[in-house]
C-alpha cells in the first residue's frame, strides 16, 4: 500500500509563493512518475504538473508554465511543487498522486493513489 501526504499548503496573497511537498511511503517511489492536480471549489480536478521517475522530463498545464517548478528527491521519497508569481486562480486543494508505469500524465484516470490534498488560498 503507498500513502501519500502533502505539506506546505496555506495562505498567500498574490504575487507570493509557496512550495508544497509530496511524502511517499514504500520502497517503490523512484520507479513511478508523480503528478500534481488541482480542484477548485465545483470545478474539475485538473493536471498541474508531472515528473517522470527520474526527474528528467516534467510537464507542466498551460496555466502554471513559467511560474510552477516540479521536482523530486528519490532519496526522500518526496516531490515538490514550487509555486510562484500566485494568482487568485490558483486557489485550489492540490493532490499528488502517483502515475501508473506507461500512463500518459494529463489524464487523472492514468493515477493510481492520491494524497488527501492540501489547501492553497491566493488573497488578491
Known amino acids: 500500500q503507498v500513502q501519500l501526504v502533502e505539506s506546505g499548503g496555506g495562505l498567500v496573497q498574490a504575487g507570493g509563493s509557496l512550495r508544497l511537498s509530496c511524502a511517499a511511503s514504500g520502497r517503490t517511489f523512484s520507479s513511478y512518475a508523480m503528478g500534481w492536480f488541482r480542484q477548485a471549489p465545483g470545478k474539475e480536478r485538473e493536471f498541474v504538473a508531472g515528473i517522470s521517475w527520474s526527474g528528467g522530463v516534467t510537464f507542466y498545464a498551460d496555466s502554471v508554465k513559467g511560474r510552477f517548478t516540479i521536482s523530486r528527491d528519490n532519496t526522500k521519497n518526496t516531490v515538490y511543487l514550487q509555486m510562484n508569481s500566485l494568482k487568485p486562480e490558483d486557489t485550489a486543494v492540490y493532490y499528488c498522486?502517483?502515475?501508473?508505469?506507461?500512463?500518459?500524465?494529463?489524464?487523472?484516470?492514468?493515477?493510481?493513489?492520491w494524497g488527501q490534498g492540501a489547501q492553497v488560498t491566493v488573497s488578491s
Open positions: 498522486a502517483r502515475r501508473r508505469n506507461g500512463g500518459t500524465y494529463y489524464q487523472r484516470a492514468e493515477y493510481d493513489y
